[in-house]
């Protein structure tokens, strides 16, 4: 059963007992909340997210998302996030209960799942093939991983490029993605199709949509791409585009200041980063409009697949 | 019964638990920092590679992470070795860097966030002086009274942080507080230290680290430590137990030998309790004498247990009043033993002003 066949009554009433479970990519996650106008948000982005039977799956995460308590809810009603009871940050305003999932969800994973290597990357697959887009400062890899994912591409993550150290494999965690200020209304001119979540004003990052993942993104978060290119994104505005190769020693250092825990690791990442590296064609992609960073992208891409 | 309790306690076995079983220990041993001790138990039982692959996923991560610090934990031992052999004077590790160096069984997979010395009292200020001169430096958010406070009534330096460096430094020149009513000599404890091979450093003699665990869980605040810091105490009983056909009994006597007999006896009956130690019946006959009057002892073993077991699956946004009952009166304990009654006055109230001067509004 997906998370968008449960009636409004039934999710809210397994989420206000600690029985909403849910598959996100590679994780499983339990949540529980009181909070209905979020479950309405996230049952609108997630809605072919599978639900998990208790009994068969352990979950990585469970979180909890309630307004606080206390005289200060009549004043400034706030959210808090907890996961295994402890509350790694400060309570937000209450509206914004979905962004706060959102970031504290990432803030887990980027913490705790060491299993993997994560690399601060979005990842998108075209005929099997992964393409990772490293997040620099200025890149702009959230508005061509979003760009690409409305021209066909299936979208893996906005946001972690999940590294198996097994096969080296990308595992997709295919999330909302937060779009921030000046790419919301560029996104939604460009890919007016796709499905937008409210708008949270005033968010610690300012403003902020989520872009939802594709269904047919989330109904194959189950299969993994294989690693092909690595195309780190900058964009200027105006500016000419083009491809320029990149040394893969050069790209290997880059990947190991945009990894969440290469460090952490420690050998086994060494290992997963320089084969990823080797298997990988990697460049840098000065871009100075999407629609050109798009079409440079999508050359490369059918020249490498034929 | 919480699950991991009873895992803990080796009731159960880690292959029978079922998955949703696991779905509540995974919780409970993230809230007590036991992910990856769990990961080498069922290492060593064999099990790992037939547990959910959500567990073996959980336990593994937290598995990688706590080798990490372990590595990072040797770096900066191993950076700060030369500083420390300079001074001339014999340097104690306590705690998880010496459960570490003495490889135990018991410190694989344990998270460690500083490294713990012990170092003669008439050796710390120039010692204090080369870490700084190394650019080793306090906390940058500690107030003046802070510092102060560690200086004056506490057995240690405030903590110090290199900036190349990703663990704290915590330097004490005593076990305990020595303003509290048990008061150690710390010159028995540099006596009966073992060194190790190739090595500036030594660890505590096994009696004397069972008493420092003991009396480091049960005179903090709130147990600060908690589970984690119990599930050491009874690996530490169960492996020198079995190890040395006297160490029960120097035990005790060590006990009696450095004022601690209160911290053992907390720390047996609650091993003995919560996490099935056997304890041979002549000693533990001897070390229920030195427990407090039998009412006392009913309410602290109702507080320890309650505040030693993992919440598990309960609402933490609606957490009930009796876990803050019992952390409120294990605070006030806590204190009591460390301090006199005026110090303690003082420095409640200075912490209630702070806290209403710091609460938003």
């Known amino acids: 059963m997906k998370l968008g066949e449960l009636s409004q009554v039934e999710l809210r009433r397994l989420a206000a007992n600690g029985g909403l479970r849910y598959r996100s990519g590679p994780f499983n996650l339990q949540l529980r909340t009181e909070l209905a106008p979020f479950l309405d948000t996230l049952q609108y982005m997630y809605p072919g997210a599978p639900l998990l039977d208790e009994a068969q799956h352990p979950c990585h995460f469970h979180i909890t998302l309630n307004a606080v308590g206390g005289w200060r809810r009549w004043l400034r009603p706030q959210v808090q996030f907890w996961v295994d009871g402890f509350t790694p940050f400060d309570p937000y305003p209450l509206d914004q209960a979905f962004p706060m999932y959102e970031w504290g969800l990432n803030w887990c994973i980027g913490t705790t799942a060491h299993q993997n290597l994560m690399l601060h990357s979005a990842v998108v697959e075209k005929n099997g093939q992964g393409l990772i887009l490293p997040a620099m400062p200025g890149s702009g890899k959230s508005t061509l991983c979003a760009g690409l994912v409305s021209r066909g591409w299936r979208l893996l993550s906005d946001e972690f490029g999940i590294l198996r150290h097994s096969d080296g494999q990308l595992l997709p965690l295919p999330r909302a993605a937060p779009l921030k200020n000046a790419s919301i209304p560029l996104m939604q001119v460009f890919a007016p199709d796709q499905r937008y979540g409210p708008r949270f004003d005033k968010t610690r990052k300012g403003l902020v949509v989520h872009l939802a993942p594709p269904p047919a993104s989330l109904a194959d978060q189950d299969l993994p791409a294989t690693p092909r290119w690595i195309i780190f994104p900058r964009y200027s505005d105006g500016g000419v585009t083009q491809l320029v190769p990149q040394p893969r020693a050069l790209a290997f250092t880059r990947l190991i200041n945009n990894s969440f825990n290469y460090l952490v690791t420690l050998e086994q990442g060494f290992q997963s980063l320089t084969r990823l590296v080797h298997h990988c064609d990697c460049y840098q992609l000065e871009n100075g409009s999407l629609e050109a960073a798009i079409e440079a992208v999508e050359t490369l891409a059918e020249g490498g697949s034929q | ?361």
Request: charged share 20%; with cysteine; glycine share 6%.
């Open chain 2, 1 to 361: 019964m919480s699950p991991l309790l009873s895992v803990l306690a080796a009731e159960r076995g880690l292959q029978e638990l079922n998955p949703s079983e696991w779905d509540v220990v995974l919780r409970e041993a993230r809230q007590s920092r036991l992910l990856a001790y769990l990961y080498h138990r069922a290492a060593e039982q064999g099990c790992f590679d037939a547990l959910p692959q959500a567990v073996q996923e959980v336990l593994t991560g937290s598995r990688v992470y706590t080798d990490h610090m372990h590595l990072a934990a040797q770096n900066e031992l191993r950076n700060v070795a030369p500083l420390l052999a300079e001074a001339g004077c014999p340097v104690i590790l306590l705690k998880g860097i010496a459960y570490q160096a003495k490889g135990f069984p018991w410190s694989a997979g344990r998270r460690l966030s500083d490294i713990d010395l012990l170092v003669p009292k008439a050796e710390i200020a120039s010692i204090e002086a080369k870490l700084l001169a190394a650019d080793w430096c306090y906390d940058e958010e500690l107030s003046e009274y802070d510092l102060r406070y560690y200086r004056e009534w506490t057995h240690e330096l405030p903590p110090m942080r290199h900036p190349d460096g990703f663990m704290e430094l915590d330097l004490h020149h005593n076990l305990i507080q020595p303003t509290g009513r048990i008061t150690l000599d710390a010159a028995l404890l540099f006596r009966a230290a073992q060194a190790l091979p190739d090595s500036p450093f030594a660890v505590l003699s096994p009696p004397d680290m069972v008493l420092h665990s003991a009396t480091h869980l049960f005179m903090s605040d709130e147990l600060r430590g908690g589970l984690r810091d119990m599930v050491d105490i009874r690996d530490m009983l169960l492996h020198f137990g079995a190890g040395e056909a006297d160490f029960w009994q120097r035990l005790v006597e060590r006990a009696r030998q450095l004022d601690t007999t209160r911290p053992l006896y907390y720390a047996v009956s609650t091993a003995r309790n919560l996490l099935g130690l056997q304890v041979p019946d002549a000693v533990w006959h001897e070390i229920k004498q030195m427990g407090p009057s039998a009412p006392v002892a009913r309410l602290m073993r109702v507080l320890i247990t309650e505040h030693l077991t993992p919440m598990g699956t309960a609402d933490p946004s609606k957490s009930g009043h009796a876990q803050g009952l019992s952390r409120w009166l294990l605070f006030v304990r806590s204190h009591w033993v460390r301090m006199p009654p005026l110090l303690l006055a003082r420095h409640l109230a200075y912490k209630a002003w702070i806290r209403r001067g710091s609460a938003p509004a």
